[in-house]
């Protein structure tokens, strides 16, 4: 089933087969409904036919048309009632959830690559037009009964008059031709029309997400003016599309007119031949002033279907993309003893960058060691920790975590073994217990404020209205920089993972907060192997090794007194961080 096809006839056959039962008894019903609603046309004309006045014969048999009719009348209201409870209960509403249940699940399914270099609010938009397909069913559960309809309409006509019967079936066939021309305009209009709609909805998200920064850059009228040309894109499309539908209604509105007058009075000839009796050409009019509003009604909705099926097929673009990076087969959860770390002749570029990031690059790090790298900015640090994470894979070379190669395991026990403080601190907007113990099963209040104290967390969150249950605000908005730190080193201790790593995870936080979290953090990694990136260098200085990184490569390693007494890169770096207060550099 996965990844889902790109074209939208083997993509609904997935959903078809799954609900193939339920599909059949709506058919079945369909039929039989459609089937009695135009019996009871049938013997409607014929009690028409057989009233003669002042006859009390036909009055018996006009009486007995009569009952027949309330007998199908009951008849085809129960069949649609049941198709309807069966279509609706046991069909749309099961397919929704589950359609709705896969597609988010694929989607979280993407890899880090994947999700970064997309628009969230362009994915969310296209998951939605996805969603159409419950909707584009039930649109084609009522063409479904049209479509029984025309044919039952023509059978039952050609009893009277083949001629009649044929004509109206030739009728429906060149409503359908027109229909077919204007099909693939329609389908392209429609494809451009929904990727622009996921466009201007992902780039508004993007603004919503940001506003805070753009007004404090006051840059709303340069967003509106990047904003407003793909908003007149989207609205010159959504009118084009809005032509030719009106064109193809009205191309059809006109043939069916033009069709349903000549057959109306070809009927009226074999009348006045005595070819017909009255209740045929009673029948005969019912059927065509019905069916025939029918056929251009059909014309509409099969016009709407194929908008629906192009914004379908547009929106299944995330959803056919294979993942990028999947557990193998074979994959087995990583065992972990220790959290020995090791890079072999690693090659790695970002896509379409002209330079590797690394190349050759090789590192062991001993199991329970604590390595701090440094380096300048851009210099690959971040991306060492993406490629251990697995968020990136190297173009050549390994990475092993306790022997076992992390492409050869799960990743759920890879992110397992690896505890992350990044560089941005991610927040939820849930309570700040529930940010504390994201990414941990089973923990209980005691055991959240246990690491929230471990961090220094617990005096500030309690001095919160709320405490452990205040909201974080959006992406953390509600807390400092350094509270979303602590958090995040709360989250880590409860995780406690053979591996830690700290990307920048004291940055946001002033010299005393900095103090006392190396403290726990000396505290809490006794057991774990830790690899802690920074720039305020001074945060180095009990880790049992430093590497400097420059341009992917080590170009220094030692303890914090060596490399200070050597007087290279990682000395001058140091000092710059003097220079400027201890502060980032
Ligand atoms: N997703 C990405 N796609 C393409 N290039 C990237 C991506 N992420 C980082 N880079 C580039 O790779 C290089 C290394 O980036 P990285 O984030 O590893 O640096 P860093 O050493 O962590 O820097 P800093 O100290 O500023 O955090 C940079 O030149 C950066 O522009
Ligand atoms: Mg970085």
């Known amino acids: 089933m996965y990844p889902f096809p790109k074209k939208f006839w083997p993509f609904c056959a997935i959903y078809a087969k799954l609900y193939k039962w339920q599909i059949c008894a709506v058919f079945l019903l369909s039929i039989t409904e459609v089937w009695l609603i135009n019996m009871n046309n049938r013997l409607f004309a014929d009690i028409t036919g057989a009233i003669k006045l002042g006859d009390a014969d036909s009055y018996g048999v006009a009486m007995r048309f009569v009952w027949l009719l309330a007998i199908c009348?009951?008849?085809?209201?129960?069949?649609?009632?049941?198709?309807?409870?069966?279509?609706?209960?046991?069909?749309?509403?099961?397919?929704?959830?589950?359609?709705?249940?896969?597609?988010?699940?694929?989607l979280l399914g993407h890899s880090y690559e994947y999700i970064t270099t997309k628009q969230s609010g362009m994915l969310i938009q296209q998951k939605e037009q996805v969603k159409k397909l419950p909707e584009l069913l039930e649109n084609a559960f009522g063409d479904l009964r049209m479509v029984l309809d025309i044919l039952i309409k023509a059978i039952m006509l050609m009893c009277v008059s083949p001629i009649i019967g044929g004509g109206y079936l030739l009728c429906a066939v060149l409503v359908m031709f027109p229909g077919r021309a204007f099909a693939k305009p329609l389908s392209r209009v429609s494809k451009a029309r929904s990727k622009m709609s996921a466009i201007v909805d992902g780039r508004m998200l993007d603004i919503v997400n940001n506003l805070p920064l753009i007004k404090q850059y006051d840059n709303i009228n340069d967003e509106k003016r990047h904003l407003h040309p793909l908003l007149k894109q989207e609205y010159i499309l959504n009118q084009k599309n809005m032509l030719v539908s009106w064109g193809q209604y009205n191309l059809i509105g006109v043939i069916t007119s033009l069709l349903s007058f000549i057959i109306l009075l070809l009927g009226v000839y074999y009348w006045s031949i005595g070819a017909i009796s009255t209740a045929d050409i009673v029948f005969i009019l019912i059927t065509l002033t019905l069916g025939l509003s029918g056929l251009s009604e059909l014309q509409y909705y099969l016009q709407q279907d194929r908008q629906a099926i192009a914004t379908i097929e547009q929106g299944l673009e995330p959803f056919a993309e294979p993942h990028g990076i999947v557990d193998a087969e074979s994959a087995k959860a990583l065992k972990p003893h220790g959290g020995k770390i090791e890079f072999r002749h690693i090659d790695f570029a970002y896509k379409g960058a002209r330079k590797p990031i690394?190349?050759?690059?090789?590192?062991?790090i001993k199991a329970g060691e604590k390595v701090g790298i440094a380096g300048a900015s851009g210099s690959g640090k971040s991306t060492l920790i993406n490629l251990l994470q697995r968020s990136y894979e190297p173009n050549s070379g390994e990475i092993l975590i306790d022997g076992q190669n992390i492409t050869a395991i799960t990743q759920e026990s890879l992110h397992r073994a690896v505890s992350l403080i990044p560089q941005d601190t991610v927040?939820?907007?849930?309570?700040?217990?529930?940010?504390?113990?994201?990414?941990?099963?089973?923990?209980?209040?005691?055991k959240i404020k246990k690491a929230a104290q471990k961090a220094y967390a617990d005096d500030f969150i309690c001095d919160k209205e709320g405490g452990y249950d205040a909201f974080a605000g959006d992406r953390g908005c509600l807390l400092s920089g350094g509270e979303r730190q602590r958090i995040a080193i709360a989250r880590a201790i409860l995780r406690n993972a053979p591996v830690l790593v700290l990307d920048e995870a004291t940055s946001a936080l002033d010299s005393e907060s900095e103090i006392l979290i190396q403290k726990a953090l000396e505290n809490l990694i006794k057991n774990q192997t830790v690899i802690a990136i920074a720039h305020r260098l001074s945060t180095l200085k009990n880790m049992d090794r430093i590497l400097v990184l420059d341009k992917g490569k080590i170009c220094e390693e030692g303890t914090f007194e060596e490399l200070l007494s050597k007087g290279g890169k990682f000395a001058k770096l140091y000092a710059a961080t003097q220079r400027k207060g201890g502060k980032n550099v």
């Open 427 to 446: 927040m939820f907007n849930r309570r700040i217990a529930d940010n504390i113990a994201f990414g941990t099963e089973n923990c209980n209040r005691r």
């Open 73 to 106: 009348g009951i008849c085809s209201i129960i069949a649609s009632q049941i198709s309807r409870y069966y279509f609706n209960a046991k069909f749309l509403v099961a397919c929704r959830s589950r359609l709705e249940k896969d597609l988010f699940a694929y």
């Open 358 to 364: 690394f190349k050759g690059f090789n590192l062991v």
